[in-house]
């Protein structure tokens, strides 16, 4: 079985200031894909990247940097000078096709909030 | 490029009242899931259509059920509502491509209410 793992439910941090998500995941598949999603008070989940399980280089992109370690099952989420417009709830998720279907198996969720 | 649009955006019924939400998909895109989000939970996967076929489904009884149209768009019909099936319903959209995995685009939702 899949299991996703976010043991951080709510972080408060002061703008500018560099905050990690954590995500740990279970499953006994070689080939899966994980997921970091943003859920801003609107609903709607914003999709922000996708890791396969064979490609362990960590990523950068402006503010956001994502450190994968399959050494420790891990994929955490790290936001460099935090901003106020980056609160909101953070989903790390867990995926494998099956058959060509694909199912999303969320953790629980981060809700990060970010004050002036 | 319009993105994954539902409707309704709310809806309250009560217990015992069947519900049906809509989800149309990002341009492009041809397969649908739909997730259910429980206040404070992350979302739980209930079922996905490819090819107007369910393909896989999540652990949800079989009041929940669905559909997908020629154009990709998709239903999700609830019978015999319960006051847990409160929740947000979300609707992602994927582009199948066989062997690659494409990371799934998410519409508002449909916050459903049952009184």
């Known amino acids: 079985a899949q299991k996703v793992t976010q043991a951080q439910t709510e972080i408060s941090v002061v703008e500018k200031e560099d905050v990690t998500l954590d995500c740990v995941y279970e499953?006994?598949?070689?080939?899966?894909?994980l997921f970091w999603y943003k859920q801003p008070p609107s609903g709607e989940l914003v999709f922000l990247i996708r890791?396969?399980?064979?490609?362990?280089q960590n990523e950068i992109s402006g503010r956001y940097s994502w450190n994968f370690q399959k050494s420790t099952s891990s994929f955490n989420f790290t936001i460099t000078a935090s901003q106020v417009v980056d609160s909101a709830v953070y989903f790390c998720?867990?995926?494998?096709?099956?058959?060509?279907?694909?199912?999303?198996?969320f953790g629980q969720g981060t809700r990060l909030t970010i004050n002036p | 490029d319009a993105g994954v649009t539902q409707s309704p955006t709310h809806l309250i019924k009560t217990r015992g009242q069947q519900v049906t939400l809509r989800c149309s998909p990002k341009?492009?895109?041809?397969?649908v899931s739909w997730y259910q989000q429980a206040l404070g939970q992350g979302p739980q996967f209930i079922f996905q259509?490819?090819?107007?076929?369910?393909?896989q489904r999540g652990n949800f009884p079989d009041r929940f059920s669905g559909h997908q149209f020629p154009n990709y768009s998709s239903e999700l019909n609830v019978n015999a509502l319960l006051l847990g099936d409160s929740a947000l319903y979300l609707c992602?959209?994927?582009?199948?491509?066989?062997?690659?995995?494409?990371?799934?685009?998410f519409g508002p939702g449909t916050r459903l209410t049952v009184l």
């Open positions: 992602a959209s994927s582009l199948d491509s066989g062997r690659f995995l494409y990371e799934q685009f």
């Open positions: 499953t006994r598949d070689t080939t899966y894909y």
């Open positions: 890791r396969n399980s064979f490609d362990e």
């Open positions: 998720a867990l995926s494998k096709l099956i058959q060509g279907a694909q199912k999303l198996v």
């Open positions: 341009s492009g895109h041809d397969t």
């Open positions: 259509y490819y090819e107007e076929e369910e393909r």
